[in-house]
């Protein structure tokens, strides 16, 4: 039903895909209560011109409801989720029965941001996105790499790869010069938890993930590649605790 809309599938099916699921968490976590910051567009700007329909809404509510209960998120607290996805419903459909019209696309969601950061060279936070979701994803895969995570869908699970992918991008972007803000750092349970013996097995992963968005900008994969180097402590585990116990004795 969503993707009957073409306008609404443009964006599921490409590349923007990795960031509106990065930007939702975000905003959801500030909802409720969390320390996240959103740095999306409003979200009439970022829906209206989409001319969803209020059939295409109530089937985004239904998935909605099906994905809670996969996640054995009690009875209670879905109610809550979805009142606060209620709140979103007249900044996102057209009705077009009441007269609405879809105003013209503002084209803010796709504007690249501006300056010369690596944030903006790169794009911003979509591709960026798409980047670390590749690229744990490789991780995750690797049988070289010792990375426990669990099953997202397992009762009580913490470490699974939505969320680890989420809090790396906030350290990527942020890193990067974006406005993104990090609301997990130095916690070994929130890093992606590479062993800093096969940082040298995961650097080729980031390398591969980097092509695979900026396939023909090799300036921009190096960018991101020195990046990664950078985030080594909020990436690997134990490596941050390590370096705070050097700096300490050295004062």
């Known amino acids: 039903v969503l993707n009957g809309n073409a306008k609404v599938a443009t964006w599921t099916e490409s590349g923007q895909r990795q960031g509106f699921k990065f930007l939702v968490t975000q905003v959801m976590g500030y909802l409720t209560g969390g320390p996240q910051r959103y740095t999306g567009q409003p979200m009439d700007v970022a829906h209206k011109h989409l001319d969803i329909s209020p059939r295409q809404w ?135 938890g590479v062993l800093p013996e096969q940082w040298p097995t995961f650097m080729p992963l980031v390398q591969a993930a980097a092509r695979g968005v900026w396939p023909n900008k090799p300036l921009i994969v190096q960018s991101v590649e020195a990046l990664i180097e950078e985030l080594k402590p909020e990436i690997c585990a134990g490596t941050l605790a390590a370096q705070a116990g050097k700096e300490g004795g050295a004062r």
Do not use: W
Request: aromatic share 6%; glycine share 8%; charged share 25%.
């Open 58 to 192: 109530d089937a985004f509510m239904q998935d909605a409801a099906l994905t809670m209960q996969a996640l054995h998120i009690d009875d209670e607290t879905q109610k809550e989720l979805g009142d606060i996805f209620t709140t979103f419903r007249s900044q996102v459909i057209v009705d077009r029965n009441a007269g609405e019209k879809p105003p013209p696309d503002p084209k803010l969601c796709r504007k690249a941001p501006d300056g010369n950061s690596t944030y903006a060279q790169a794009g911003g936070v979509y591709p960026l996105a798409t980047f670390v979701e590749a690229l744990v994803e490789l991780s995750l895969r690797s049988p070289e790499l010792s990375i426990r995570y669990e099953d997202v869908k397992k009762a009580g699970a913490t470490r699974h790869a939505p969320g680890l992918t989420y809090l790396l991008t906030e350290v990527v972007c942020h890193a990067a010069g974006g406005p993104e803000v990090v609301t997990a750092s130095g916690f070994d349970e929130a890093k992606l």
